[in-house]
């Protein structure tokens, strides 16, 4: 089970940090209000927040929510922005989170 909470914490952590860098975008490119800044600061500190809460060393932590953060930014492209991911996406998307189980889950002494 605390394999099923890492993954759900990196992906509530992607989210998070996905909302605080595309609510400027929205903001920049799309002429939406600039009281965006707000709820995207807001997101920007609880992702922050959210590595610290992971029971490992923080490389190890940020090389693997890496992977989480692929595979949640095609998800947003293809829920939030209405663009379907191509078979490579999804491939690729499949690497980076085996690549995150590897760094995550794999057996140590330390």
Known sequence: M???????LFAITALA???GCYLPYLWLRQ??????LLPAAVCLVA???L???HPTAAGRVYAAYGGVYVFMA????????GIRP???DL?????????????MFAPRNT
């Open 91 to 103: 491939v690729g998307s499949g690497v980076v989170l085996l690549g995150m189980a590897i760094i």
């Open 47 to 49: 992702f922050a927040w």
């Open 31 to 36: 002429g939406k209000s600039a009281w965006l």
């Open 74 to 81: 095609i998800m947003w492209l293809w829920l939030i922005e």
């Open 51 to 53: 590595l610290t809460l």
């Open 17 to 19: 940090e996905i909302l």
């Open 2 to 8: 605390p394999e099923l909470k890492t993954v759900g």
């Open 86 to 88: 191509t078979l490579w």
